[in-house]
């Protein structure tokens, strides 16, 4: 019964930055864990960031971490993914998702999805 709307992708060049949003609706916002996947063509869907229900630290994969920020704000119902130094590697529709549940790597853990924006990275 969520429903979840990604914006903010776009045409960067490499080394630039975007921030994306994600609105989410229709759910106890707080009572769900948050997280970003990013899926290029071809390839299986894989995880970039997310934020435990719970709060603490939190999560990044490997190749995101030092460059790539996720943080929600409860009040008003928003997940960002501020995404800075961006490789011409990072260009993938990029997904917003939500588990009633901890934090997950795997992308099947996750309950709801938003329909995804591009982001794409030119040299």
């Known amino acids: 019964q969520v429903q979840l709307v990604e914006s903010g992708g776009g045409l960067v060049q490499a080394g630039g930055s975007l921030r994306l949003s994600c609105a989410a609706s229709g759910g106890t916002f707080s009572s769900y864990t948050m997280g970003w996947f990013r899926q290029a063509p071809e390839k299986e869907r894989v995880f970039v960031a997310a934020?435990?229900?719970?709060?603490?630290?939190?999560s990044y994969g490997e190749s995101m971490r030092g460059r790539f920020t996720i943080s929600r704000d409860n009040a008003k119902n928003m997940v960002y993914l501020q995404m800075n130094s961006l490789k011409p590697e990072d260009t993938a529709v990029y997904y917003c998702?939500?588990?009633?549940?901890?934090?997950?790597?795997?992308?099947?853990?996750?309950?709801?999805w938003g329909q995804g924006t591009q982001v794409t990275v030119s040299l």
């Open positions: 998702a939500a588990r009633a549940s901890g934090l997950s790597f795997l992308s099947s853990r996750y309950d709801y």
């Open positions: 934020f435990d229900r719970y709060g603490g630290s939190p």
